[in-house]
């Protein structure tokens, strides 16, 4: 689908690896792919590439992308900067695409598109310096968490509000929920019904857990989705809200990747997974 050497060509520099692809449809009907491409500095090196989709048909077997360009992010030749969530969609039929800058500091941003993929402009999440790969998670079209990775030793879940549409944000408190410096999933489901993925236990990517909340601060915890040994590890979630059913995917040990489809309870019930 997208090729390292070719797309170093087509951008002009070396690539050394691709990853993290986040896919978007726009309101043609394309599919957009945010990629991280890694030059000679490594991951904490590397820029987004924003490719959009060439071909006619969208069978998977038939895709193929062009690259738009290098997101403009950073005067340091836009590096260091790394996608890894997915968008949250706009009523516009635009969407706010998460991303963090991880060079020496880390801190999350917020970018913007129309509905034709055009980037509109780019929000700082959090003023903090510790915390990376913000998950978007809607409680309102106007009000939004950013939930975040910490990079700290004994570290929580960290925790951004904005009530504009993802225009200006603020930092909050954050959750009692324990972060081994892991990636985190989040989204909302219905009104007072917020779903996370997450790592629970400090030091160890041993347990995934998958909690739920109605207000974004108070979180139980629903399922353990994988657990095992001190040295095994299920991490870096992602979730996908299909036909009233919810889909994990995590990878398992970095070697494979392994999904789950939790079904959603009767409406009476709340409908919670």
């Known amino acids: 689908m997208v090729n390292r050497q070719v797309l170093g060509a087509q951008l002009g520099f070396g690539v050394r690896r691709l990853g993290n692809p986040v896919a978007w449809l726009d309101g ?16 904490a090196a590397s820029r987004v590439v924003h490719l959009r989709q060439s071909s006619g048909s969208n069978a998977l077997d038939a895709l ?26 706009l009523a516009d039929g635009g969407m706010v695409l998460p991303v963090h800058f991880e060079l020496g500091i880390k801190y999350p941003t917020a970018l913007r598109f129309d509905a034709q993929g055009e980037f509109l402009g780019v929000a700082r999440i959090s003023a903090r310096g510790y915390l990376l790969q913000p998950a978007l998670v809607m409680q309102s079209p106007q009000s939004w968490l950013a939930l975040m990775r910490d990079e700290r030793a004994n570290g929580k879940i960290g925790v951004a509000h904005t009530t504009d549409g993802g225009q200006h944000w603020r930092d909050l408190p954050d959750l009692a929920l324990d972060n081994p410096d892991a990636a985190v999933a989040g989204m909302g489901v219905a009104p007072g019904a917020l779903l996370l993925a997450h790592n629970s236990s400090l030091g160890s990517r041993a347990t995934l857990d998958l ?31 299909v036909d009233r059913d919810l889909w994990v995917s995590y990878t398992v040990d970095r070697q494979r990747i392994a999904w789950q489809r939790l079904a959603s309870k009767p409406a009476r019930t709340g409908g919670q997974p």
């Not at 043609?28 to 991951?43: D, E, S």
């Not at 836009?78 to 890894?84: G, K, Y």
């Open 211 to 241: 909690s739920q909340s109605a207000d974004g601060r108070q979180w139980a915890r629903v399922q353990t989705l994988a657990t095992g040994a001190p040295l095994d590890e299920f991490s870096y979630p992602a979730m996908a809200w």
């Open 28 to 43: 043609r009907g394309r599919v957009h792919l945010f990629v991280v491409a890694t030059g000679g500095g490594g991951w």
């Open 64 to 89: 193929a992308f062009a690259p738009v360009r290098v997101l403009p992010l950073s005067w340091l030749w836009n590096t260091s900067f790394l996608v890894r969530n997915a968008p949250l969609p």
